[in-house]
């Protein structure tokens, strides 16, 4: 499976964007996608996820509220859409995939995208 995220960008504060991730190759071996991100000296973290069905969405409790996970599978693509954004969320952003039903641990996704900046600024 091939991942490409796209959709990052320069924001100020208040401000809002939103991120795509378009899916090639082994298709029909993803179920769960998610979103995780990395900041500067700091470790990747959970972001977002959701199941095949997009029945079941997961979200990091600092994103509740703000950011929208979903997936269009006719189109082999999942986005993000980011809200409200602060320089808290100021990250390399990253999509992935997993054979799981569902999860929210990096360990459990083995395949990844190149990853898509995300500046916010104050």
């Known amino acids: 499976v091939q991942l490409q995220a796209s959709g990052g960008g320069l924001v100020q504060a208040g401000g809002f964007l939103r991120l795509s991730c378009a899916a090639s190759g082994r298709i029909f071996s993803i179920n769960v996608m998610g979103w995780f991100r990395q900041a500067p000296g700091k470790e990747r973290e959970f972001v977002a996820a959701?199941?095949?069905?997009?029945?079941?969405?997961a979200y990091e409790d600092s994103v509740k509220g703000r950011f929208t996970i979903s997936r269009d599978n006719a189109k082999n693509t999942m986005y993000l859409q980011m809200n409200s954004l602060n320089p808290d969320d100021t990250a390399v952003y990253y999509c992935?995939?997993?054979?799981?039903?569902?999860?929210?641990?990096?360990?459990?996704?083995?395949?990844w995208g190149q990853g898509t900046q995300v500046t916010v600024s104050s």
């Open positions: 959701i199941s095949r069905s997009g029945r079941s969405t």
């Open positions: 992935a995939a997993s054979i799981a039903t569902m999860s929210v641990f990096l360990e459990d996704f083995n395949s």
